[in-house]
Antibody, heavy 124, light 108 residues
Framework: QVQLVQSGAEVKKPGASVKVSCKASGYTFTSYDINWVRQATGQGLEWMGWMNPNSGNTGYAQKFQGRVTMTRNTSISTAYMELSSLRSEDTAVYYC?????????????????WGKGTTVTVSS | EIVLTQSPGTLSLSPGERATLSCRASQSVSSSYLAWYQQKPGQAPRLLIYGASSRATGIPDRFSGSGSGTDFTLTISRLEPEDFAVYYCQQYGSSVWTFGQGTKVEIK
């Protein structure tokens, strides 16, 4: 079945970096963009950026520009999100999500498959 | 950047009642790029509605979406016990995705 499997929980110190992986299976990895979304405890969903696994092209939310890098390894159908200069406010669950699409007179885009999330805790 | 404002923040209803959730955009949004998600505690969000009104695969027909321009609505016709959760609207435009702040549907 179509799924995204994320790496395990991480604990990092302020100023460090974290790299979260997201392995796709059950579909052609290079045919769908991947979004990264995070959620602090008790808070809403926050979009961080997107990556096209075919081209490697990326787009980041302004808030994370300069601190986030999204990459991929197509040979193992895995996307990565690296966040640097971590601070306590980055403590959150990080999700990868597949960008589904449909063409019926025009394009529809949505996030139809989600990973279970990776908890990142930033603490001294 | 388009801001999505959801109302109410919390909706207290009983099973069997109708739920009406609102999502208002700060500027016009393409209906093709408006979606709704359900999230339960400890779980990832689940796609309910895409294209403002199309149900995702496996979503029961008690869930329906409507609206256009700046005003969108998610309706749950008769609440089932498993529908008590947080609901988010989301839009995509100019390579940027944004979410509303969420509406919690709780048991009254």
């Amino acid at each position: 079945q179509v799924q995204l499997v994320q790496s395990g929980a991480e604990v990092k110190k302020p100023g460090a970096s974290v790299k979260v992986s997201c392995k796709a299976s059950g579909y052609t990895f290079t045919s769908y963009d991947i979004n990264w979304v995070r959620q602090a405890t008790g808070q809403g969903l926050e979009w961080m950026g997107w990556m096209n696994p075919n081209s490697g092209n990326t787009g980041y939310a302004q808030k994370f520009q300069g601190r986030v890098t999204m990459t991929r390894n197509t040979s193992i159908s895995t996307a990565y999100m690296e966040l640097s200069s971590l601070r306590s406010e980055d403590t959150a669950v990080y999700y990868c999500a597949r960008v589904g699409w449909l063409f019926a007179w025009h394009y529809y885009y949505y996030m139809d498959v989600w990973g279970k999330g990776t908890t990142v805790t930033v603490s001294s | 950047e388009i801001v999505l404002t959801q109302s109410p923040g919390t909706l207290s209803l009983s099973p069997g009642e109708r739920a009406t959730l609102s999502c208002r955009a700060s500027q016009s949004v393409s209906s093709s790029y408006l979606a709704w998600y359900q999230q339960k505690p400890g779980q990832a969000p689940r796609l309910l509605i895409y294209g403002a009104s199309s149900r995702a695969t496996g979503i029961p027909d008690r869930f329906s979406g409507s609206g256009s321009g700046t005003d969108f609505t998610l309706t749950i016709s008769r609440l089932e016990p498993e529908d008590f959760a947080v609901y988010y609207c989301q839009q995509y435009g100019s390579s940027v995705w944004t979410f509303g702040q969420g509406t919690k549907v709780e048991i009254k």
